[in-house]
């Protein structure tokens, strides 16, 4: 069964303190790990999409990467308009042409000012 | 382009009633998707939709019903609504699978069931 497991669940920041949310996933095979943004009230904004071990991908202060057990979402300097839960997504093989996503559980970021 | 819309935006149901919620796309994306999100659970798969008057169960797809008669719009109806239904209810669209294309979503239908 594909598990996708994100830690922190809660995260308080101060503006400029840097910091790595982490994505564990467990999946038969994996076709693209993902990153969402998702604000109080609003649907997912999508963010990065990683497909192998090694890639990296970088957004603003934002900077995604990705091993075969894990992703992380790297944070420098962040602002409080990066306050946000952050939703990791694997997308297996296995999801054949549907292309079915599995979802963690998110991680909630408070940055202070 | 407005992208995903989900009507309605909140809905308040009593136990044993029905209702439709709409989700329409401009994007000509094929799949369609809806995902229920529960405090600590995460978003989950109820039932998706590969292509115009296709659908396919997800992960908790009991109690839920779909139709996709037109490519830009898929319908997710609850025959008799229960409390356990009680939940943030988000559509999403994608484009052809390849190359590996993300997921747009909508802006969630929040929906109590008394």
């Known amino acids: 069964e594909d598990q996708v497991t994100q830690s922190p669940e809660a995260l308080r920041l101060q503006e400029g303190e840097s910091s790595s949310l982490n994505c564990s996933y467990t999946v038969s095979g994996l076709r693209g790990l993902f990153w969402y943004r998702q604000d109080p009230g609003k649907g997912p904004e999508f963010l990065f999409t990683?497909?192998?071990a090694g890639e990296e991908k970088e957004k603003e202060r934002l900077k995604a990467t990705l091993t075969k057990k894990e992703s992380f979402l790297h944070i420098t300097a962040p602002k409080p308009e990066d306050s946000a839960t952050y939703l990791c997504?694997?997308?297996?093989?296995?999801?054949?042409?549907?292309?079915?996503?599995?979802f963690g559980s998110g991680t909630q970021l408070t940055v202070l000012p | 382009n407005a992208g995903v819309t989900q009507t309605p935006k909140f809905r308040v149901l009593k136990t044993g009633q029905s209702m439709t919620l709409l989700c329409a796309q401009d994007?000509?994306?094929?799949?369609m998707y809806w995902y229920r999100q529960d405090p600590g659970m995460g978003l989950r798969l109820i039932h998706y939709s590969v292509g115009e008057g296709t659908t396919a169960k997800g992960e908790v797809p009991d109690g839920y019903n779909v139709s996709r008669l037109k490519k830009q719009n898929f319908l997710l109806g609850l025959e008799s609504a229960a409390p356990s239904q009680t939940s943030v209810y988000f559509c999403a669209s994608q484009l052809a699978p390849t190359p590996y294309n993300e997921q747009f979503f909508g802006p969630g239908t929040r929906l109590t069931v008394l």
């Open positions: 997504a694997v997308q297996p093989f296995s999801s054949g042409s549907a292309r079915q996503l599995t």
């Open positions: 994007m000509n994306h094929e799949y």
């Open positions: 990683l497909y192998s």
